[in-house]
T-cell receptor
């Protein structure tokens, strides 16, 4: 019974490049959430998606960031033209209807 | 702005003692409450959740909820060094049962052997 799968675990990008983070939810889970965590900080909500729909993107920066959860395949968080301030741990979580969130192992993004 | 407040710690307790972790939240309409444990460099792991006022026990863990005071706590009995971690309080506010969780910054717990 696989949990939430995220890849890559570590991603290094130079300033100006694009970062693509992938998340496969737990089997049967249709709700996907992306959170960002800076060192010594709490988890900050970014976006909530269901299959093919963005439900809540109130925590997503207006520029350079986008997310999708296509009918087939994993959810993708895309960061265009990365800057040093984007360096963080990005966690994906999934859930059943009206249920707690279960987190993946995260992607640690480093922008050099 | 929905907020969840936790004392950042560190909270140090001797092995075998009871650790008490506290959390307050600002959204009076919040419906459900969660405690996650996060080891350094790892992902958050769900420990417990509570929806109704009162106590909920699971093994060495007890979650306590007081909606009138907008306060939720986690007690860890017989604390072990392996319990040393950051404990995150999370709150699901009004709206659907799938509303994103709002997290506090966490309390760092250190259990001294």
């Amino acid at each position: 019974n696989a949990g939430v799968m995220q890849n890559p675990r570590h991603l290094v990008r130079r300033r100006g490049q694009e970062a693509r983070l992938r998340c496969s939810p737990m089997k049967g889970h249709s709700h996907v959430y992306w959170y960002r965590q800076l060192p010594e900080e709490g988890l900050k909500f970014m976006v909530y998606l269901q299959k093919e729909n963005i439900i809540d993107e109130s925590g997503m920066p207006k520029e350079r960031f986008s997310a999708e959860f296509p009918k087939e395949g994993p959810s993708i968080l895309r960061i265009q033209q990365v800057v040093r301030g984007d360096s963080a741990a990005y966690f994906c979580a999934s859930s059943l209807e009206n249920s707690p969130l279960h987190f993946g192992n995260g992607t640690r993004l480093t922008v050099t | 702005q929905k907020e969840v407040e936790q004392n950042s710690g560190p909270l140090s307790v001797p092995e075998g003692a009871i650790a008490s972790l506290n959390c307050t939240y600002s959204d009076r309409g919040s419906q459900s409450f969660f405690w996650y444990r996060q080891y350094s460099g790892k992902s958050p792991e769900l420990i417990m959740f509570i929806y109704s006022n009162g106590d909920k026990e699971d093994g060495r863990f007890t979650a306590q909820l007081n909606k009138a005071s907008q306060y939720v706590s986690l007690l860890i009995r017989d604390s072990q060094p392996s319990d040393s971690a950051t404990y995150l309080c999370a709150v699901r506010g009004t709206g659907s049962g799938n509303t994103p969780l709002v997290f506090g910054k966490g309390t760092r717990l250190s259990v001294i052997a």
